[in-house]
């Protein structure tokens, strides 16, 4: 049963839409303000609508969240918007430069999240935060290899001699660390492992760059400090990757450790899309072990056993600065506190799994695949809140909790990322119906 949190919706909600039903309803959430990307100075957005002194740390940029956010504008038709916020995020890159080659010539250890490149920074003064984080996120470097590149094949982004240095670092990190084995905290930031969707992030941007390495934008060949990115170089990375990806898939991490080992993680929906680096029968496994393992009544969970925003999340943890705190180094204080079956339901997943049935369906014309496009569609458009919320009607949280025994939104609402893979999710519907 479709679980809709504001009835003005469903007088624009259809099981089977029409190309002016859905223009209707997407120029009915932008009047509403559904849409409403803040931006700083710097192009960048943060990652939640929060005041800038926020406890909770949300009104700090995010590469990953920032990477998913210009996807959307360049669904959106707005590539420029897209430019905006890939030269702000190669900006900042650029300043770990010192940080990338202290790794490259061995004079600083990887294995310290620290020493890695920052990837949660002050947008605002386009600086890093001077606090311990979990840096080791391999999929960010991913991320905004994949979206930087595409901005470039696309001419739109230009290709100057800063974003092609930034670019040449972020491939030879992940060559230095092995990023097909890597453990890194990924996607959640929690404890580190070896886990595919980091791999296929990664993957993802080094193949897109591969594809510029086979356009005439290339000119020379990247280098950083003493190190070309040679073209046969980049395309070992890819392989490696690749080879990697199609034995673990679709588990996330087969390490036999239990605090490790994981099968169902929702962050492997990504790489269907927007990613498109995993598609055919790989994918279909990926979509069944998500939906059977951890589709809920309203959202999609991150993974079993996620205790961030578990039930009564706020009267467990009473501080707003510690609970988004970095729990990589120890989850077992928070996972104490989760009750089976009591996860989050998040709200970022849906419209991606809209979206990827979008994509086959280009290809299929298959009236199934439309129809679970349309419901996942449909589930997306759920998740917008009341209008007697305390955030505002229509708009866009981060997940759903459990909060006295009911489902309320987090604090984290209206949440950027969420706005952006929604917005993807109604022009993907438009491309089908078109």
Same mark, same amino acid.
């Given at each position: ?18 190309? /002016? ?32 002194? /926020? ?72 600086? #890093?935060? @001077? ?48 990023? +097909? ?6 996607? +959640? ?20 760059? #591969?594809?510029?390495? /086979? ?5 020379? #060949? ?40 994981? #099968? ?14 995993? @598609?055919?029968?790989?994918? @279909? ?23 961030? +925003? ?106 950027? +990322? ?17």
């Amino acid at each position: 049963m479709l679980r809709i949190y504001n009835p003005r919706l469903l007088d624009y909600l259809r099981y089977q839409y029409t190309l /002016d039903d859905v223009r209707r309803l997407t120029a009915f959430l932008r009047e509403a303000g559904t849409f409403h990307f803040p931006a700083l100075a710097s192009g960048l957005h943060p990652a939640a609508h929060v005041s800038h002194d /926020d406890p909770s740390g949300y009104a700090s940029i995010w590469v990953r969240d920032n990477a998913h956010v210009a996807h959307a504008h360049l669904i959106d038709g707005r590539p420029e918007a897209a430019a905006a916020v890939v030269s702000g995020l190669a900006k900042f890159l650029a300043t770990q430069r010192k940080r990338i080659q202290a790794v490259l010539d061995g004079e600083n250890d990887a294995s310290d999240p620290m020493h890695r490149p920052h990837i949660r920074f002050d947008g605002h003064k386009v600086a #890093e935060i @001077d606090e311990r984080w979990a840096h080791a996120q391999n999929d960010a470097l991913g991320y905004f290899l994949w979206i930087a590149s595409k901005l470039v094949a696309q001419k739109a982004l230009p290709f100057d001699a800063t974003l092609r240095e930034v670019l040449a670092g972020m491939a030879l990190f992940l060559e230095k660390i092995e990023y +097909w084995t890597d453990e890194d905290s990924g996607h +959640w930031e929690e404890t580190r492992k070896q886990s595919s969707s980091s791999i296929g992030t990664a993957l993802a941007g080094l193949t897109a760059l #591969e594809a510029v390495y /086979d356009s005439p934008l290339l000119g020379d #060949e990247p280098a950083f400090g003493k190190q070309t990115l040679t073209h046969t170089r980049l395309r070992k990375l890819v392989e490696r990757g690749r080879e990697t990806l199609l034995e673990t898939l679709p588990h996330e991490c087969a390490n036999p450790d239990p605090t490790k080992r994981r #099968e169902a993680d929702a962050a492997l929906l990504f790489l269907i899309y927007p990613l498109e680096i995993v @598609d055919g029968a790989a994918a @279909d496994k990926i979509i069944d072990l998500v939906v059977r393992d951890l589709r809920g009544d309203i959202g999609i969970r991150r993974y079993r056993g996620d205790s961030y +925003w578990c039930a009564d999340y706020k009267t467990k943890i009473s501080s707003a600065e510690a609970r988004s705190a970095d729990y990589s180094e120890d989850l077992s204080g928070r996972d104490a506190l989760l009750r089976e079956g009591e996860e989050a339901q998040w709200c970022i997943f849906d419209p991606m799994l809209s979206a990827a049935y979008g994509r086959r369906y280009e290809q299929s014309r298959s009236a199934a695949d439309l129809k679970l496009q349309t419901e996942y569609l449909n589930r997306s458009l759920g998740h917008l809140t009341s209008d007697d919320s305390r955030f505002g009607g229509l708009r866009c949280p981060e997940s759903y909790y459990l909060e006295n025994g009911s489902y309320v939104p987090v604090d984290q609402t209206p949440l950027l +990322w969420t706005q952006g893979n929604l917005l993807t999710a109604l022009r993907m519907m438009e491309q089908s119906l078109a």
